[in-house]
């Protein structure tokens, strides 16, 4: 199982980028997907969660700005991210908790993408 992340970029203040992380490989389904980023010099944070279901959670330092989504049938999540300010420039992770099933045995682990750097000039 891997997790493949696009769509990082340089982008002045006030414009828009959309992320894109897709799970590939042996997959039975996949729970919570979320992304993180990491600022320079700065511990990694949680930015953004979507359950199964579409039940969506938020920082607070990006709510109203980025919105997650995902397609279940592409086990693929999306972080559109809107009003971009300096401060949000960062390497963004997706993060994702898959299940696989090999003969009777079902695991569930969590997984990352490699990160997409996301630069915001002001």
């Known amino acids: 199982v891997q997790l493949q992340a696009s769509g990082g970029g340089l982008v002045q203040a006030g414009g828009s980028l959309r992320l894109s992380c897709a799970a590939s490989?042996?997959?039975?389904?996949?729970?919570?997907m979320k992304w993180y980023l990491q600022a320079p010099g700065k511990q990694c944070e949680l930015v953004a969660v979507?359950?199964?279901?579409?039940?969506?959670g938020y920082a607070d330092s990006v709510k109203g700005r980025f919105t997650i989504s995902r397609d279940n049938a592409k086990n693929t999540v999306y972080l559109q991210m809107n009003s971009l300010k300096p401060e949000d420039t960062a390497v963004y992770y997706c993060?994702?908790?898959?299940?696989?099933?090999?003969?009777?045995?079902?695991?569930?682990?969590?997984?990352w993408g490699q990160g997409t750097q996301v630069t915001v000039s002001s």
């Open positions: 993060n994702a908790e898959i299940v696989s099933r090999v003969l009777q045995l079902t695991t569930t682990r969590d997984y």
């Open positions: 490989g042996r997959i039975f389904s996949v729970n919570d």
């Open positions: 979507i359950t199964r279901g579409g039940s969506t």
